[in-house]
């Protein structure tokens, strides 16, 4: 295997720590096409003796995405930016983009086949709950807690890796934990209930609003990127679909998946009008994202205009 196919064989999981550590898809792609080109133009520099090429890579990435992070917001949840919004209320001025945690194809982070429980914590690392907490912390801690965590190195390996010692590695663990346990609200559980996801495609495209309410924990939250409205709580979400005089009644959907959840393209008149992330937890449904952007629908490879028969 040459040289240039060796690196390529450590995209997915670069994009995958390089999501984490951005929280953007586009940037994470732009940080690892930036890996790669260190790696091959210093290819005579790499020493396998030394390190391993992915030590070695993941070295490059992370010095990228330090670099990345100083000239950049923290990205954040509409939950992390303001309290909920009364149902019924209008969703008002939408921020930048760049102001949120945007969301990720599962295969560009993912790999295709693994080990079971290995994909288990891929999956649930990169929820957009987990992200969002994530970009609470300073970066260098983000990377020791993905790093330790997340791909389980070692603390020699990481410490070896930030040019830093064993104890100061655990010491920014431990902070990184306790950080993330008081931010990070709970997004979801790793098994998708298929029944429930199917009754609640068949609500939503009925427009059917007790049903889907039903369908709902009693904290579920609901927002729509680009704006900071949200909402908390069955009766909030109630009455926002109440009043919303089935606006959604005929739209479409094409099932994909984003940030290890069930992922939806929503179609309206037959135009791309947004992406939404179904969630769940203890069999019900904890949480619906909808980022309303179309021009994400590039990045999941769907296409903009929908005029074949529905599918799922």
Request: glycine share 6%; hydrophobic share 45%; with cysteine.
């Amino acid at each position: 295997m040459g040289f240039e196919e060796r690196l390529e064989a450590h995209r997915v999981e670069l994009t995958g720590y390089c999501y984490r550590m951005l929280a953007c898809a586009a940037e994470a792609e732009d940080a690892v096409q930036e890996t790669l080109f260190r790696a091959w133009k210093n290819a005579d520099r790499f020493d396998e003796r030394k390190a391993g090429l992915r030590t070695w890579l993941h070295r490059i990435a992370t010095n990228v995405c330090l670099d990345m992070t100083r000239s950049v917001q923290r990205r954040a949840l509409a939950m992390d930016l303001g309290p909920p919004a009364p149902g019924g209320s209008p969703l008002g001025a939408a921020l930048p983009a760049a102001a949120f945690v945007q969301p990720v194809p599962d295969q560009l982070v993912l790999p295709a086949d693994g080990d079971p429980a290995e994909l288990a914590i891929g999956r649930e690392t990169i929820r957009l709950a987990f992200v969002a907490a994530l970009q609470a912390l300073p970066p260098r801690q983000r990377a020791v807690l993905i790093l330790r965590e997340v791909l389980c190195w070692s603390a020699e390996e990481v410490a070896g890796l930030l040019d830093s010692s064993p104890p100061a590695v655990n010491s920014a663990l431990q902070r990184a934990r306790v950080t993330m346990s008081a931010r990070r609200r709970s997004g979801g559980s790793g098994e998708v209930d298929k029944d429930l996801l199917e009754r609640y495609v068949e609500a939503f495209t009925a427009y059917d609003v007790d049903v889907l309410v039903t369908l709902l924990h009693q904290d579920a939250t609901m927002s729509m990127p680009p704006f900071v409205w949200w909402l908390s709580g069955r009766e909030a979400i109630r009455a926002a679909l109440s009043g919303a005089a089935g606006a959604c009644a005929d739209d479409r959907l094409v099932r994909t998946t984003a940030n290890g959840s069930p992922t939806f393209a929503q179609y309206r008149d037959g135009e791309a009008f947004g992406l939404f992330i179904v969630d769940f937890r203890e069999g019900l449904i904890s949480s619906t994202t909808t980022y309303l952007e179309p021009s994400l629908f590039a990045l999941f490879e769907l296409p903009m205009t929908l005029k074949s028969p529905d599918r799922m």
